[in-house]
């Protein structure tokens, strides 16, 4: 069973930074797409922020959030991570970890996603 239980979040200033991070368990994640994406209360959709390759190490980025956001793993590849730096007001948003069995492409953004975390808030204020 794929298991996607995340922490962090929370509240920040303008500029300031937060780490949000996901335990993944119960799939093999070299063989998985894994990513983080957002949603903005009353938004229908979430939009895609990063996801990256655990096997050859590429990453794609949402345009809003390069050169600010990086998503990584620990060595051992049980530990998703989304470190955000330079956080501004409009970051304001649920942030959901999620995996899904698919090639990482800076398409795989925009896709519907099988696996989500249980989503945790960020809130920047001005």
């Known amino acids: 069973e794929v298991r996607l239980v995340q922490s962090g979040g929370g509240l920040v200033q303008d500029g300031g930074s937060l780490r949000l991070s996901c335990a993944a368990s119960?799939?093999?994640?070299?063989?998985?797409?894994i990513g983080w994406f957002r949603q903005v209360p009353g938004k229908e959709r979430r939009e895609g922020v990063a996801c990256m390759d655990t096997m050859d190490g590429k990453r794609f980025y949402g345009d809003s959030v390069k050169g600010r956001f990086t998503i990584s793993t620990d060595s051992a590849k049980t530990t998703l991570y989304l470190q955000m730096n330079n956080l501004k007001p409009e970051d304001t948003a649920v942030y959901y970890c999620?995996?899904?069995?698919?090639?990482?492409?800076?398409?795989?953004?925009?896709?519907?996603?099988?696996?989500w975390g249980q989503g945790a808030e960020v809130t920047v204020e001005a």
């Open positions: 999620a995996a899904d069995y698919r090639w990482v492409t800076p398409e795989a953004l925009d896709a519907d996603w099988d696996y």
């Open positions: 119960g799939f093999p994640i070299d063989e998985y797409a």
